[in-house]
């Protein structure tokens, strides 16, 4: 299959921002077991978990970086102000804000009065920094309540009955540019750390079908894929962040990694992702007879996203790297899942191209759908929890471009169209950050419209 990818050539740099004084927020109450005041300022008592407070009280410590350097509160190019408080001028990434209005909008849920009267801490879907931040070493992870929590990983004689692994071809596209700049110049691929396929409806999924060449009704993959690169023993390698879903049995996120000359697979690092949409009706009684629905079917709504992301870690200070697959998708119970694993095949300073989509669940199959639009997003970053080992060589927004990868078997029957006329998705950089956007223009990205 031929799927939209960028290339990727250099790193990005990261500015910074301002703190000011503030108001309390007005919550006088004492926190329910498990959080604490956020103390974002003076007087704050937001109640937030522990891990939360640590990242604030880190962003209030990094504050004279992340403003401009005129003595005023004007932030950095890609900052904002936290607004945690209405004079919260401290300055933080669009994810860092977006988490300090969750943890405000779930204040009340979290106090001590609200558990002695039984209200529940909801958690709505929301995005914000903690939960794209999963914890930073091997294991397998769930997001609630606000705090990731270790959970069992999936046992690797049960992903390999009942998960097929993807299937990688021969090809490979790979580039290089020449840094004129240094003495003396030489060719250079910048390496990739982070990198996220987003897929969001824009037509009624509910009545929308999804069938897979090979597995049937409802199964299917997201993938995140590397390029191919050099294994340390001469052969080639690939890496594939992946969520696999099929019916009557609950997804998996994985960590996939290849030998793609032997076409062996390392042992998968895997997780368990539960499935909470249920649907009940002639056939299906409640309680126990409900069809289990995920990403097209009764119960998915337009707007909906899906969200799957590879981390490559290499920035811990014992020097060792690490993999991550990070996922939400809206029909499992928590915010957001993770596994991580040690990157034993060598990735680290290797990965230079993304690719990522909604395909067939594995062995090279398709994903069949009738009745279907998609916005799909790629997003792809060179640093990595905050950090921006390679920031000398530039920004991203001055290497990147967008590409053709071919570097996966599965397949899906959606098709790109602009004017109903096949086009090019769309490249936009905002320094650190790159999005290919497949949904620019008057038409929809990706359809597939049958009866």
């Given at each position: 299959?031929?799927?939209?990818?960028?290339?990727?050539?250099?790193?990005?740099?990261?500015?910074?921002?301002?703190?000011?004084?503030?108001?309390?927020?007005?919550?006088?109450?004492?926190?329910?077991?498990?959080?604490?005041?956020?103390?974002?300022?003076?007087?704050?008592?937001?109640?937030?978990?522990?891990?939360?407070?640590?990242?604030?009280?880190?962003?209030?410590?990094?504050?004279?970086?992340?403003?401009?350097?005129?003595?005023?509160?004007?932030?950095?190019?890609?900052?904002?102000?936290?607004?945690?408080g209405?004079?919260?001028?401290?300055?933080?990434?669009?994810?860092?804000?977006?988490?300090?209005?969750?943890d405000?909008?779930?204040a009340?849920?979290?106090?001590?009065?609200?558990?002695?009267?039984?209200?529940?801490?909801?958690?709505?879907?929301?995005?914000?920094?903690?939960?794209?931040?999963?914890?930073?070493?091997?294991?397998?992870?769930?997001?609630?309540?606000?705090?990731?929590?270790?959970?069992?990983?999936?046992?690797?004689?049960?992903v390999?009955?009942?998960?097929?692994?993807?299937?990688?071809?021969?090809?490979?596209?790979?580039?290089?540019?020449?840094?004129?700049?240094?003495?003396?110049?030489?060719?250079?691929?910048?390496?990739?750390?982070?990198?996220?396929?987003?897929?969001?409806?824009?037509?009624?999924?509910?009545?929308?079908t999804?069938?897979?060449?090979?597995?049937?009704?409802?199964?299917?993959?997201?993938?995140?894929?590397?390029?191919?690169?050099?294994?340390?023993?001469?052969?080639?390698?690939?890496?594939?962040?992946?969520l696999?879903?099929?019916?009557?049995?609950?997804?998996?996120?994985?960590v996939?990694?290849?030998?793609?000359?032997?076409?062996?697979?390392?042992?998968?690092?895997?997780?368990?992702?539960?499935?909470?949409?249920?649907?009940?009706?002639?056939?299906?009684?409640?309680?126990?007879?409900?069809?289990?629905?995920?990403?097209?079917?009764?119960?998915?709504?337009?707007?909906?996203?899906?969200?799957v992301?590879?981390?490559?870690?290499?920035?811990?200070?014992?020097?060792?790297?690490?993999?991550?697959?990070?996922?939400?998708?809206?029909?499992?119970?928590?915010?957001a899942?993770?596994?991580?694993?040690?990157?034993?095949v060598?990735?680290?300073?290797?990965?230079?191209?993304?690719?990522?989509?909604?395909?067939?669940?594995?062995?090279?199959?398709?994903?069949?759908?009738?009745?279907t639009?998609?916005?799909?997003?790629?997003?792809?970053?060179?640093?990595?929890?905050?950090?921006?080992?390679?920031?000398?060589?530039?920004?991203?927004?001055?290497?990147?471009?967008?590409?053709?990868?071919?570097?996966t078997?599965?397949?899906?029957?959606?098709?790109?169209?602009?004017?109903?006329?096949?086009?090019?998705?769309?490249?936009?950089?905002?320094?650190?950050?790159?999005?290919?956007?497949?949904?620019?223009?008057?038409?929809?990205?990706?359809?597939?419209?049958?009866?």
């Amino acid at each position: 299959m031929y799927s939209r990818s960028f290339i990727l050539f250099a790193i990005l740099i990261v500015p910074g921002c301002l703190s000011q004084g503030n108001e309390a927020f007005a919550q006088t109450d004492g926190c329910a077991d498990g959080y604490v005041w956020r103390e974002a300022f003076a007087g704050d008592r937001v109640c937030v978990g522990k891990e939360t407070r640590e990242l604030v009280a880190d962003e209030n410590q990094n504050a004279e970086r992340h403003r401009k350097r005129d003595g005023g509160e004007e932030c950095d190019p890609g900052f904002v102000w936290r607004m945690a408080g209405s004079q919260d001028h401290v300055c933080v990434t669009q994810l860092e804000r977006d988490q300090a209005q969750q943890d405000n909008n779930l204040a009340s849920g979290r106090t001590g009065s609200a558990l002695a009267t039984g209200t529940p801490p909801v958690e709505r879907p929301g995005l914000g920094v903690n939960a794209r931040t999963p914890p930073r070493k091997p294991g397998c992870f769930k997001y609630q309540n606000g705090e990731w929590q270790e959970t069992p990983c999936t046992s690797e004689e049960y992903v390999r009955r009942n998960f097929p692994p993807p299937i990688p071809p021969y090809s490979i596209k790979s580039n290089q540019r020449i840094l004129i700049f240094s003495k003396p110049s030489f060719p250079y691929r910048m390496p990739l750390r982070v990198a996220s396929v987003r897929l969001s409806h824009l037509s009624d999924p509910s009545v929308a079908t999804l069938t897979d060449s090979l597995a049937g009704k409802d199964a299917f993959s997201i993938q995140v894929n590397t390029n191919f690169f050099p294994l340390n023993n001469g052969d080639t390698g690939w890496v594939q962040f992946v969520l696999q879903s099929q019916p009557n049995k609950n997804d998996q996120l994985c960590v996939w990694r290849w030998d793609v000359t032997t076409q062996n697979y390392y042992t998968p690092t895997c997780t368990t992702v539960p499935k909470e949409r249920f649907v009940f009706g002639p056939g299906n009684p409640y309680p126990a007879g409900g069809q289990q629905t995920t990403f097209v079917g009764i119960g998915a709504d337009i707007g909906e996203t899906s969200e799957v992301a590879g981390i490559l870690d290499d920035t811990q200070p014992d020097g060792v790297t690490r993999l991550t697959a990070w996922a939400y998708v809206p029909w499992a119970p928590f915010t957001a899942y993770a596994v991580t694993t040690l990157d034993t095949v060598g990735l680290r300073g290797r990965w230079t191209e993304i690719s990522g989509d909604i395909l067939g669940l594995g062995n090279g199959s398709q994903a069949n759908f009738t009745r279907t639009k998609l916005k799909n997003e790629i997003e792809a970053s060179s640093c990595v929890f905050g950090q921006c080992p390679d920031a000398s060589l530039g920004t991203l927004e001055k290497y990147a471009s967008s590409s053709l990868q071919s570097v996966t078997a599965e397949t899906s029957n959606l098709n790109s169209y602009y004017d109903f006329n096949p086009h090019t998705p769309v490249l936009t950089c905002a320094q650190q950050t790159c999005t290919l956007d497949y949904s620019e223009g008057p038409f929809f990205r990706r359809y597939i419209v049958k009866e």
